[in-house]
C-alpha cells in the first residue's frame, strides 16, 4: 500500500548547516539530479539572488546567509516546504520577478512545463539581473537543456557550461546586453463541452495548454451519462487539480456548486480568469491535494504551514468529486500525488456520493478503488478509461 492521506501531507525534515530543510510528497526539487548538481556548483556573486524555480529550496541554499536570496515559487506544496525551512518566498510567477534588481539568478529549467514557459523564465531571468549580473543554470541534456542554454545566451550574452555530469549540465551565464520585453502571457482559446462552447485564458505552463484535454472530455460525458445534467443543478462537486478548469467551467454552467483546488498558481490564476471572463462563478482555491479545505477553504491558503493532516468538517463533503490527475509515469512524485488524490476523494465523499476518475488505459488505479471504496465501475474506456466509485451510505 502506498501513501496515507496524512503522511502525504506531512512534513519531513532534513538537516541542513544551520537548520533544517522540509521536504514533502508532491513537492519538486528533493532527490533530483538537477537541483544537487545546481546546489553543489553555485557560489554568491554581489549582494541579491533570484531562485526562480526552487521547488524546497535545494539549489540556492549554499548562498543562504552569504546573500539576500528571493524565491518565487508557484507550487503551493513546494512553498509549504520552504516556508517550513525558513527560506524566504513567495508565491508568485517568475515573470513578477523585480527588474534589474539581482546581481544572481539561479535557475533549474522547469523543462516538464513546456517551451512557453521555459522561454517566459529565461526572460524573467533576464529582466531581472542589473546588467553584468550572472545566471547558474541548470537543466537535463533530454530535456532541451542544449537548446534552453543556446536561448539564454543569446537573451544574455556572455556564457559557458560549467559541469556535464551524465545527462545534467550546469551553465554560468552573464548579461551584457538590454533584455527584450516579456512575450504575451495570456493565451486564449474556445472549447464546446457537453455543447456548450467556453473560451478558456491560460498562462503559459499549464496542463494540456491551448486545446481541452481528451481524457476531461471523456470524463465530462461519462458523468453527465451516470448522473444526467440535472444530477448535477446544485451539487456540492470538487474538482482535484483542476487546471485551467476544463472539468470546473462546464460542471459550473450546469448548476454545480463547485470548488475547485489546485497547486499551481499559473493554473489557478488561469482558472480564476476563465471563470470570469465566461461569467461563471465557482470556489478557486490554491491548494495540494486537499490542504486547503482543511485550513478553512477561504481564500487562498495564505496560512502558516501545518505539518499535521487535515481533518473534514461536515460542510467540506461533496455529492461529486472529479479529477484528471497528473499522470506521468515514472516521477515517483506524480504517482504520490495521483494517490492522494485518490484518498483525499475517499476522505471528501459524503455517503452515497460519487467519485469520476479519468486515467490512461495501463494505470492500476483500481485496485486502490477497490480498498478506499470496496466496489467501483469502469463507465468507459477508449483512449482513456474513466472510473466511478461510490461511497457507501451511513447504517
Ligand atoms: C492532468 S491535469 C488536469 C487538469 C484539469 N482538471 C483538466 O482536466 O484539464 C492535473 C492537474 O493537477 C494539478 N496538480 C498536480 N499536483 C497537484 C497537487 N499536489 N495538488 C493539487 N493539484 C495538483 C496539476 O497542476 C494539473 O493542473
Given at each position: 500500500?502506498?501513501?496515507?492521506?496524512?503522511?502525504?501531507?506531512?512534513?519531513?525534515?532534513?538537516?541542513?548547516?544551520?537548520?533544517?530543510?522540509?521536504?514533502?510528497?508532491?513537492?519538486?526539487?528533493?532527490?533530483?539530479?538537477?537541483?544537487?548538481?545546481?546546489?553543489?556548483?553555485?557560489?554568491?556573486?554581489?549582494?541579491?539572488?533570484?531562485?526562480?524555480?526552487?521547488?524546497?529550496?535545494?539549489?540556492?541554499?549554499?548562498?543562504?546567509?552569504?546573500?539576500?536570496?528571493?524565491?518565487?515559487?508557484?507550487?503551493?506544496?513546494?512553498?509549504?516546504?520552504?516556508?517550513?525551512?525558513?527560506?524566504?518566498?513567495?508565491?508568485?510567477?517568475?515573470?513578477?520577478?523585480?527588474?534589474?534588481?539581482?546581481?544572481?539568478?539561479?535557475?533549474?529549467l522547469?523543462a516538464g512545463?513546456?517551451?512557453?514557459?521555459?522561454?517566459?523564465?529565461?526572460?524573467?531571468?533576464?529582466?531581472?539581473?542589473?546588467?553584468?549580473?550572472?545566471?547558474?543554470?541548470?537543466g537535463d541534456k533530454n530535456k532541451g537543456f542544449?537548446?534552453?542554454?543556446?536561448?539564454?545566451?543569446?537573451?544574455?550574452?556572455?556564457?559557458?557550461?560549467?559541469?556535464?555530469?551524465?545527462?545534467?549540465?550546469?551553465?554560468?551565464?552573464?548579461?551584457?546586453?538590454?533584455?527584450?520585453?516579456?512575450?504575451?502571457?495570456?493565451?486564449?482559446?474556445?472549447?464546446?463541452?457537453?455543447?456548450?462552447?467556453?473560451?478558456?485564458?491560460?498562462?503559459?505552463?499549464?496542463?494540456?495548454?491551448?486545446?481541452?484535454?481528451?481524457?476531461?472530455?471523456?470524463?465530462?460525458?461519462?458523468?453527465?451519462?451516470?448522473?444526467?445534467?440535472?444530477?448535477?443543478?446544485?451539487?456540492?462537486?470538487?474538482?482535484?487539480?483542476?487546471?485551467?478548469?476544463?472539468?470546473?467551467?462546464?460542471?459550473?454552467?450546469?448548476?454545480?456548486?463547485?470548488?475547485?483546488?489546485?497547486?499551481?498558481?499559473?493554473?489557478?490564476?488561469?482558472?480564476?480568469?476563465?471563470?470570469?471572463?465566461?461569467?461563471?462563478?465557482?470556489?478557486?482555491?490554491?491548494?495540494?491535494?486537499?490542504?486547503?479545505?482543511?485550513?478553512?477553504?477561504?481564500?487562498?491558503?495564505?496560512?502558516?504551514?501545518?505539518?499535521?493532516?487535515?481533518?473534514?468538517?461536515?460542510?467540506?463533503?461533496?455529492?461529486?468529486?472529479?479529477?484528471?490527475?497528473?499522470?506521468?509515469?515514472?516521477?515517483?512524485?506524480?504517482?504520490?500525488?495521483?494517490?492522494?488524490?485518490?484518498?483525499?476523494?475517499?476522505?471528501?465523499?459524503?455517503?452515497?456520493?460519487?467519485?469520476?476518475?479519468?486515467?490512461?488505459?495501463?494505470?492500476?488505479?483500481?485496485?486502490?478503488?477497490?480498498?478506499?471504496?470496496?466496489?467501483?465501475?469502469?463507465?468507459?474506456?477508449?483512449?482513456?478509461?474513466?472510473?466511478?466509485?461510490?461511497?457507501?451510505?451511513?447504517?
Amino acid at each position: 500500500m502506498g501513501l496515507t492521506l496524512a503522511e502525504y501531507h506531512r512534513l519531513t525534515p532534513l538537516p541542513r548547516p544551520g537548520g533544517v530543510l522540509y521536504v514533502k510528497p508532491g513537492a519538486r526539487g528533493y532527490r533530483d539530479p538537477v537541483y544537487e548538481a545546481l546546489q553543489a556548483a553555485v557560489a554568491p556573486f554581489g549582494q541579491r539572488a533570484l531562485d526562480l524555480n526552487p521547488g524546497v529550496g535545494l539549489a540556492s541554499l549554499p548562498l543562504e546567509g552569504r546573500m539576500e536570496v528571493d524565491r518565487l515559487e508557484t507550487s503551493r506544496a513546494a512553498f509549504r516546504c520552504l516556508q517550513s525551512s525558513g527560506l524566504k518566498a513567495r508565491l508568485a510567477p517568475p515573470w513578477e520577478a523585480e527588474e534589474n534588481a539581482y546581481d544572481l539568478v539561479v535557475l533549474a529549467l522547469p523543462a516538464g512545463r513546456g517551451t512557453a514557459y521555459v522561454e517566459a523564465t529565461l526572460v524573467s531571468a533576464a529582466r531581472a539581473l542589473r546588467m553584468g549580473g550572472r545566471v547558474y543554470l541548470a537543466g537535463d541534456k533530454n530535456k532541451g537543456f542544449e537548446r534552453y542554454f543556446k536561448e539564454a545566451r543569446a537573451l544574455l550574452g556572455y556564457g559557458l557550461v560549467l559541469k556535464r555530469e551524465g545527462p545534467v549540465r550546469v551553465a554560468l551565464l552573464e548579461k551584457e546586453r538590454e533584455a527584450p520585453p516579456l512575450p504575451s502571457l495570456w493565451h486564449p482559446f474556445q472549447a464546446r463541452l457537453l455543447g456548450e462552447t467556453f473560451t478558456f485564458f491560460h498562462l503559459p505552463g499549464v496542463f494540456s495548454a491551448g486545446k481541452v484535454d481528451k481524457a476531461s472530455v471523456l470524463l465530462l460525458e461519462a458523468l453527465v451519462g451516470e448522473v444526467g445534467r440535472e444530477g448535477i443543478r446544485g451539487r456540492r462537486i470538487l474538482d482535484l487539480g483542476a487546471g485551467y478548469g476544463a472539468l470546473t467551467l462546464p460542471l459550473a454552467r450546469l448548476g454545480g456548486e463547485v470548488t475547485a483546488l489546485e497547486d499551481d498558481l499559473v493554473s489557478v490564476l488561469s482558472l480564476e480568469r476563465s471563470l470570469k471572463e465566461n461569467r461563471l462563478a465557482a470556489r478557486v482555491l490554491h491548494s495540494d491535494v486537499d490542504e486547503a479545505l482543511a485550513e478553512g477553504g477561504v481564500g487562498w491558503g495564505s496560512r502558516p504551514a501545518q505539518d499535521q493532516a487535515p481533518g473534514l468538517t461536515e460542510e467540506e463533503a461533496f455529492d461529486i468529486i472529479v479529477t484528471n490527475p497528473p499522470f506521468h509515469v515514472g516521477g515517483a512524485v506524480i504517482l504520490d500525488v495521483a494517490q492522494a488524490f485518490v484518498e483525499a476523494a475517499a476522505a471528501r465523499l459524503k455517503p452515497g456520493g460519487g467519485f469520476f476518475l479519468v486515467a490512461n488505459p495501463f494505470l492500476k488505479y483500481e485496485p486502490l478503488l477497490e480498498e478506499r471504496f470496496g466496489a467501483f465501475r469502469t463507465l468507459l474506456v477508449r483512449e482513456y478509461k474513466v472510473l466511478f466509485a461510490e461511497k457507501a451510505r451511513r447504517g
